[in-house]
């Protein structure tokens, strides 16, 4: 498990991190959603001990990183891919790997195995492509057998069926009982691969929730109307202080109003409708105005006071 509790980090004027709290529970992939430059890597960094909050803590199972016994047989983690000698084969970078963290040489072959990398392991990891380099990031984060597991944005610049395969495995390890913290920058992957999540914008919290109840939050629906009255009804609907979009289809698509709603307006007018439907937004659209408007920074002297916080 980890658990994060006010944690956060400056970085001279700027506040990647602010008073960030969230748990990460074991059994389950648990994404860390937020767009470029929301604070991701510097978590996953302080998760880590790579770097030392300003304030506030994070533990794993209870205890800060730097005081885990056997740190990478308690975390596993893929930051960066192409952190390898490109000289050194797969297999002689995992045995120096396990070499120099006190960890069973016989792990090599079966984290190799696991990762599907068997038929290369003698090659130059130079050479690999970033597919295999991201499977031999992961090879190495299994090495110690950990029970958590953390990637960064493991599925940047793969193709569909690498990020395919990164997606089954991290399902795989989260069913063996693992914690499973994975960042991305799209909710659209996330919603396939994480059935938690912990979204932040602009250093700050939006939500932990389900993946499915931040889904359905997050998609902006509007309604799509038919009628042959249609200059009757967006008259109505601008007197509501609706807002309204007619495309050349000749339909009226409004904004902020359910289908309910519009249709008793029109019935209450005595307007015929030929069609009502509701319509959901791009899922990558909706998060990204969700995280961008989350948190309002006042240029004051201060220069860093948060204003509003989506949702509240
Ligand atoms: N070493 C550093 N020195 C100064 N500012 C930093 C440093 N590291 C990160 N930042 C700033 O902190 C903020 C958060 O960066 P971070 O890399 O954690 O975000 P991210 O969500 O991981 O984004 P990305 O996916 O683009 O890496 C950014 O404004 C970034 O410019």
């Known amino acids: ?29 648990t994404g860390f959603l937020g767009p470029n430059g929301a604070g991701k890597s510097t978590t996953m960094r302080m998760i880590l001990g790579l770097d030392a909050p300003t304030s506030g803590r994070v533990l794993i199972d209870g205890k800060p990183y730097q005081e885990l016994k056997h ?53 130059r990891a130079g050479g690999f492509s970033l597919g295999m380099s991201q499977r031999l990031g992961i090879a190495a984060a299994l090495l110690g057998d950990p029970e958590v597991l953390m990637f960064d944005e493991p599925v940047n610049g793969l193709d569909p069926e690498g990020i395919h395969w990164i997606r089954r495995f991290m399902q795989g390890l989260a069913a063996e009982g693992r914690t499973v913290f994975v960042s991305s920058h799209l909710l659209s992957e996330m919603s396939l691969t994480a059935e938690e999540l912990v979204v932040i914008g602009r250093g700050e919290l939006i939500a932990q929730c389900s993946t499915e109840e931040f889904v359905e939050g997050a998609s902006i629906a509007s309604v799509r109307v ?22 050349l289809d000749g339909t009226l698509l409004v904004g902020d109003a359910t289908s309910e709603q519009l249709g008793e307006l029109a019935a209450r007018n005595g307007i015929v409708l030929h069609e009502l439907t509701t319509q959901r937004g791009s899922l990558e659209e909706a ?26």
């Open 1 to 29: 498990m980890i658990e994060a509790v006010g944690l956060t980090k400056r970085y001279g004027s700027t506040v990647a991190v602010n008073d960030l709290s969230f748990t990460v529970k074991p059994g389950k992939v």
């Open 287 to 312: 998060f990204m105005q969700l995280t961008s408007q989350a948190v309002e920074y006042q240029t004051d002297l201060g220069g860093t006071a948060a204003l509003t916080t989506a949702g509240k």
């Open 226 to 247: 038919r009628t042959p009255q249609a200059e009757e009804l967006r008259a109505l609907l601008d007197e509501q202080g609706l807002t309204v979009q007619q495309p």
């Open 71 to 123: 740190p990478l047989r308690k975390v596993g983690a893929l930051i960066d891919a192409k952190w390898v000698h490109p000289n050194r084969s797969a297999h002689s970078h995992l045995k120096w790997l396990a070499r120099s963290n006190d960890l069973p040489l016989s792990r090599v072959d079966e984290v190799l195995a696991m990762v599907g990398l068997e038929q290369v392991a003698k090659r």
